[in-house]
């Protein structure tokens, strides 16, 4: 599991505060967490996770509210971004030929089974959303 992995200190969450509340959000209106349990969260990510400044550049993804995601991935050197969301699986190529040229892969997170990542183990990655299924990290 990809968490598992997080907790032996094998990975290495990055975010930033437009992602951090996004999460939250998520949680609380999407998932209907009660709000203490998402403080909590929240309070754990932002005391074990690499929290980044971001500039607020303009990536040119279709959905503004995903440029803040490319941006902190790149900026925090990330290896991957970990998502459910499928305007990140989906970006238009010179996005996402950019952002690989970055070092970044966008991964589906392993809501369905599947195996995450590439051959050799995971460093560190950019965290979209609360993860919620296993992962099986190579």
């Known amino acids: 599991m990809l968490y598992e992995a997080y907790l032996r ?3 290495t969450i990055i975010t930033s505060g437009p992602l951090v509340d996004e999460i939250a959000g ?3 209106e999407a998932l209907q967490r009660p709000p203490d349990a998402v403080e ?3 309070t754990h990510l932002c005391a074990h996770a690499e929290v980044l400044p971001i500039r607020h550049q303009i990536m040119g993804c279709l959905d503004p509210k995903d440029d803040p995601v490319l941006e902190t991935a790149i ?8 998502t459910f969301d499928k305007r990140l699986l989906k970006l238009p ?5 950019y952002v690989r040229r970055q070092g970044v892969e966008i991964v589906l ?3 369905d089974g599947k195996t995450f990542g590439p051959q050799g183990p995971v ?4 965290i979209e959303h609360l993860l ?6 190579p």
């Open 109 to 111: 997170s392993c809501e």
């Open 75 to 82: 900026s925090g050197r990330a290896n991957f971004i970990v």
């Open 26 to 28: 998520t949680l609380i």
């Open 40 to 42: 909590n969260f929240i």
């Open 132 to 137: 919620r299924k296993e992962c099986n990290v």
């Open 123 to 126: 460093k560190k990655f950019a």
């Open 9 to 11: 200190g094998g990975i």
């Open 93 to 97: 190529d010179y996005i996402a030929d």
